[in-house]
């Protein structure tokens, strides 16, 4: 049994000017000492999806639709008092900035130990030397001096340090990291990533890596879901995503990845801009941004079809590219694997 099962999760956000669906009918599922990959632009529903398996959404925003299943047991509707004791004790969370996840008129130590005798039954001495423990796991130098200064004090990477030992401290079973490196420079980028890397091989936890850095998921991932406009339009293993890319996004994302390969080239930027979640297409939502769309894509959303068993696609090229070699066929109208 897998140890977290997303299936067909739908989100949306009611505003003034309308229903937003955020997230459309996400399903995967979390293997145990796994990391997943979820990865696109911004606003394609990567972050709302990790806020809505951690039940942390905005007051505008509610899950319609849908289940969460950690360790079989059923998170959607499970009420707030079940979540709080999965938040931080099951489930933890590192955010994208960590200056606005800290609260700045507080020390370091109170913060992580609050965390710590919040999910734990540890007394406050007991608190503190985990603490001074946790920063010291996460490289972070002279821990005893670090518990007394406050957020503002240390450096972007030393802060995030100290997220991730909060994020560690009660040795959940998932690490939901959103975008971990994004304000940091290139150097420390690397620094947390192998950081993570060593934690999870030594804690056997599992992670699932939300971020728009392929670079990342290449060194990072086991496997890699694709979102555009709140839905999946790929997913597979990090070799067939990045080797045998399927979905014509997915393509373009590569396009736009330098490589040694693509020195002094110009990249190839994907045209034109995200879609707006308020007047969504009626077919494929990255048609609009598409080179290769066919009428067919601008009138109906693309079936989900398996490239191989460890590799899956919506997007009617892909299809047409396996009727073309016999895959799969039409019958009125319906594709048939």
């Given at each position: 049994m897998a140890l977290l099962e997303v299936k067909d999760l739908r989100t949306s956000f009611f505003t003034d000017a309308g229903e937003v669906k955020a997230v459309n009918g996400v399903s995967f599922e979390l293997e145990r000492g796994k990391v997943l990959g979820i990865v696109g632009e911004s606003g394609s529903g990567k972050s709302v999806t990790a806020y809505s398996i951690m039940q942390i959404l905005a007051p505008a925003g509610k899950i319609v639709g849908g289940s969460v299943k950690l360790d079989g047991e059923e998170l959607i509707g499970s009420g707030e008092n079940v979540m709080k004791t999965v938040r931080g004790n099951k489930v933890s969370i590192i955010f994208q900035d960590p200056m606005t996840s800290l609260n700045p008129t507080y020390t370091i130590g109170s913060q992580l130990m609050e965390a710590i005798l919040l999910h734990t039954d540890r007394n406050k001495k007991e608190a503190y030397a985990r603490a001074v423990e946790m920063l010291q796991l996460v490289n972070v130098n002279e821990p005893e001096k670090r518990m007394k200064q406050y957020p503002f004090e240390l450096s972007g990477g030393m802060r995030q340090r100290v997220m991730i030992a909060m994020a560690l401290a009660c040795e959940p079973d998932i690490l939901i990291a959103d975008e971990p490196t994004t304000a940091l420079d290139v150097t420390i980028q690397a620094q947390i990533l192998e950081l993570m890397q060593s934690l999870q091989e030594e804690l056997g936890m599992a992670i699932i890596m939300i971020t728009h850095d392929l670079g990342v998921v290449a060194q990072m991932c086991d496997e890699v879901i694709v979102m555009y406009a709140g839905s999946i339009c790929e997913q597979g293993t990090a070799d067939e995503i990045f080797y045998n890319p399927q979905h014509?996004?997915?393509?373009?994302?590569?396009?736009?990845?330098?490589?040694?390969?693509?020195?002094?080239?110009?990249?190839?930027?994907?045209?034109?801009?995200?879609?707006?979640?308020?007047n969504m297409p009626k077919g494929c939502a990255f048609a609009p941004r598409c080179d290769a769309a066919m009428k067919i894509c601008i009138e109906q959303a693309a079936p989900r079809v398996d490239v191989n068993a460890d590799h899956?696609?919506?997007?009617?090229?892909?299809?047409?590219?396996?009727?073309d070699n016999g895959t799969i066929e039409v019958k009125g109208g319906e594709v048939n694997e």
């Amino acid at each position: 049994m897998a140890l977290l099962e997303v299936k067909d999760l739908r989100t949306s956000f009611f505003t003034d000017a309308g229903e937003v669906k955020a997230v459309n009918g996400v399903s995967f599922e979390l293997e145990r000492g796994k990391v997943l990959g979820i990865v696109g632009e911004s606003g394609s529903g990567k972050s709302v999806t990790a806020y809505s398996i951690m039940q942390i959404l905005a007051p505008a925003g509610k899950i319609v639709g849908g289940s969460v299943k950690l360790d079989g047991e059923e998170l959607i509707g499970s009420g707030e008092n079940v979540m709080k004791t999965v938040r931080g004790n099951k489930v933890s969370i590192i955010f994208q900035d960590p200056m606005t996840s800290l609260n700045p008129t507080y020390t370091i130590g109170s913060q992580l130990m609050e965390a710590i005798l919040l999910h734990t039954d540890r007394n406050k001495k007991e608190a503190y030397a985990r603490a001074v423990e946790m920063l010291q796991l996460v490289n972070v130098n002279e821990p005893e001096k670090r518990m007394k200064q406050y957020p503002f004090e240390l450096s972007g990477g030393m802060r995030q340090r100290v997220m991730i030992a909060m994020a560690l401290a009660c040795e959940p079973d998932i690490l939901i990291a959103d975008e971990p490196t994004t304000a940091l420079d290139v150097t420390i980028q690397a620094q947390i990533l192998e950081l993570m890397q060593s934690l999870q091989e030594e804690l056997g936890m599992a992670i699932i890596m939300i971020t728009h850095d392929l670079g990342v998921v290449a060194q990072m991932c086991d496997e890699v879901i694709v979102m555009y406009a709140g839905s999946i339009c790929e997913q597979g293993t990090a070799d067939e995503i990045f080797y045998n890319p399927q979905h014509e996004y997915t393509k373009g994302l590569m396009r736009s990845l330098p490589s040694a390969s693509t020195a002094g080239t110009r990249l190839q930027p994907i045209s034109g801009t995200p879609i707006d979640l308020l007047n969504m297409p009626k077919g494929c939502a990255f048609a609009p941004r598409c080179d290769a769309a066919m009428k067919i894509c601008i009138e109906q959303a693309a079936p989900r079809v398996d490239v191989n068993a460890d590799h899956r696609s919506a997007c009617w090229m892909c299809v047409k590219n396996q009727i073309d070699n016999g895959t799969i066929e039409v019958k009125g109208g319906e594709v048939n694997e």
